[in-house]
């Protein structure tokens, strides 16, 4: 089974903090992402990566960035934490070169921003 | 613009009451359909992905099917652990990484 984990289920930071939320797949998938779920808004995506130190912005990247150094490890940053980043944020994995190819899901981190 | 739209928002069905959900969706050039399920407080889980109009997939109570415009989660015989939201999703028919559109949801709660 296609295993994503994400570092902290729950997460509490202070506004201008910088945060690091972590996302590890082990199933070899070249395709990694970032998510925001927020209620009545739904799912949107902040950025993805094809590949190791490749990224691609999506819909929402403003205040956000993103790392990738190892093919299993994907990294989402928030520079200098705000209150309107308080969300639930989801990693996301699938393998390459089918574009519908099904994406797997973490358990999620809840960050709250005081 | 690429949207999805799922109805309704939430539903309550008694144990064993059938039902089904809709997905509508307006998108150039569909590549795919995904239905999710998703826990209070968890990560969406993979259900079923539809390709073209006209296709099925089933599994356990659940049944996917897809149209030109829409797609349906039918839901027999339901039980109080099928008590989730239900998250619908698009691949956008472009070349290039697989940005999916999501819909906002439908919450179903089964009573038992």
């Known amino acids: 089974d296609v295993k994503v984990t994400q570092s902290s289920r729950y997460l509490v930071k202070r506004t201008g903090e910088k945060v690091f939320l972590e996302c590890v797949q082990d199933?070899?998938?070249?395709?990694m992402f970032w998510y925001r779920q927020d209620p009545g808004l739904g799912l949107r995506l902040i950025y993805f990566?094809?590949?190791?130190?490749?990224?691609e912005k999506g819909d929402i990247p403003e205040g956000y960035s993103v790392s990738r150094e190892k093919k299993e490890r994907f990294s989402l940053i928030l520079e200098s934490a705000s209150t309107n980043q308080t969300s639930m944020y989801l990693c996301?994995?699938?393998?390459?070169?089918?574009?519908?190819?099904?994406?797997?899901f973490g358990p999620g981190t809840r960050l709250t921003v005081l | 613009e690429d949207q999805v739209t799922q109805s309704p928002e939430a539903l309550r069905l008694q144990e064993g009451e059938s039902s089904s959900l809709n997905c509508s969706y307006t998108?150039?050039?569909?590549?795919?359909l995904f239905w999710y399920r998703q826990d209070p407080g968890k990560g969406p889980e993979f259900l079923f992905t539809?390709?073209?109009a006209g296709e099925e997939k089933e599994k356990e109570r659940l049944k996917a099917t897809l149209t030109k415009k829409e797609s349906f989660l039918h839901i027999t015989a339901p039980k109080p652990e099928d008590s989730a939201t239900y998250l619908c999703?698009?691949?956008?028919?472009?070349?290039?990484?697989?940005?999916?559109?999501f819909g906002t949801g439908t919450r179903l709660l089964v009573s038992p």
């Open positions: 996301a994995s699938s393998t390459l070169g089918r574009a519908t190819d099904t994406q797997y």
């Open positions: 199933m070899d998938h070249e395709n």
């Open positions: 990566s094809y590949d190791v130190k490749m990224k």
């Open positions: 998108v150039s050039g569909l590549r795919g």
């Open positions: 539809l390709y073209s």
């Open positions: 999703a698009v691949h956008r028919g472009r070349t290039g990484f697989q940005k999916l559109v």
